[in-house]
């Protein structure tokens, strides 16, 4: 089994962040519409499962 590195979890952090900026972006200007359809469920539920990627990562990297 391959040990990953402070550095590789800090980028792959990095990513994670970038990604749900973006998410959170695009959830923000869906989120001026009278109603929500369901691609806009499917990115509330993906920015859900980012936020619980980043802090796995954030609790791994603290115990490297």
Same mark, same amino acid.
């Given at each position: 089994?391959? @040990? !990953?590195?402070?550095?590789? /979890?800090?980028? %792959? ?5 970038? %990604? /749900?900026?973006? =998410? !959170?972006? @695009?959830? *923000?200007?869906?989120?001026?519409? *009278? ?5 806009? $469920?499917?990115? =509330?539920?993906?920015?859900?499962? /980012? $936020? ?7 609790? %791994?990297?603290?115990?490297?």
């Amino acid at each position: 089994m391959k @040990i !990953i590195s402070k550095a590789e /979890l800090s980028s %792959l952090k990095t990513q994670v962040e970038s %990604l /749900l900026a973006a =998410l !959170i972006e @695009i959830n *923000d200007q869906s989120s001026s519409e *009278d109603e929500i359809n369901a691609s806009n $469920r499917n990115l =509330l539920e993906t920015e859900r499962h /980012l $936020r619980g990627a980043l802090r796995e990562l954030e609790h %791994l990297s603290k115990g490297l």
